[in-house]
Structure formats: C-alpha cells, structure tokens
C-alpha cells in the first residue's frame, strides 16, 4: 500500500500561485509516475501534469507554460507549481502514485486538495 498526503491547496486571486505537495509513503518502488489529477464540479477528473520516477513530464494543453511539476525522489514527493492561475482551473486537485510493475501497474490517490480561484 502507499499512503499520500497531500497539502497546499487554497484561496488565490485569477493571476496567481499556488504551490502543491504530495508526499508519498509505505511500498514506494523505484519505477513510479507521480501525478496530479483535477476535477471540477461536474466534471471528469482529468491529467494535469505528471512524471515519471526518471524525469520525464506530461502536461494538460490547458495548463502548458504556467504550471511546472517536479519532484524530489529523496522524500518521495511530488510538487506542482502553478502560475497565471485562472478561474478554469479551480477544481479539487488529486495527487496519483502509480507504481509500475512487471506485470502492470497499481494505483494510488490522495484525498485531494482544494483549489479555488477567486477574485
């Protein structure tokens, strides 16, 4: 099993940052995609940004160039910068740990975070 917590999530004017963290604990294995997920009210849930216990990235078009995800692999977290935030992005942010295996993958979610943007 992994555990993740995340934190960060709040109030933020349209412009401005936000900073979230996931910290990830318990069966952590070397090959893994960290990830955050969003899901506005009557929405799906869908990608923001993910990567990969090697570094590679995946970005949502809609948040390309203001939102930048890294991670510190030491602590087993994962972080999402975002940027220029608008009010389409105000959603519940879900951080995802996938652990990949030999014959799959599993699956981890967080509780999730609120985002709110808001003037």
């Known amino acids: 099993q992994v555990q993740l917590v995340e934190s960060g999530g709040g109030l933020v004017q349209p412009g401005g940052s936000l900073r979230l963290s996931c910290a990830a604990s318990?069966?952590?294995?070397?090959?893994?995609?960290m990830g955050w997920y969003r899901q506005a009210p009557g929405k799906q849930r869908e990608l923001v940004a993910d990567?990969?216990?090697?570094?590679?990235?995946n970005f949502a078009d809609s948040v390309k160039g203001r939102f930048t995800i890294s991670r510190d692999n030491a602590k087993n977290t994962v972080y999402l910068q975002m940027n220029s935030l608008k009010l389409e992005d105000m959603a519940v942010y879900y951080c995802?740990?996938?652990?990949?295996?030999?014959?799959?993958?599993?699956?981890?979610w967080g509780q999730g975070t609120q985002v709110t943007v808001s003037s």
């Open positions: 995802k740990y996938t652990r990949i295996l030999p014959w799959g993958k599993a699956e981890y």
């Open positions: 318990g069966s952590i294995f070397d090959r893994n995609i």
């Open positions: 990567i990969s216990s090697d570094g590679n990235t």
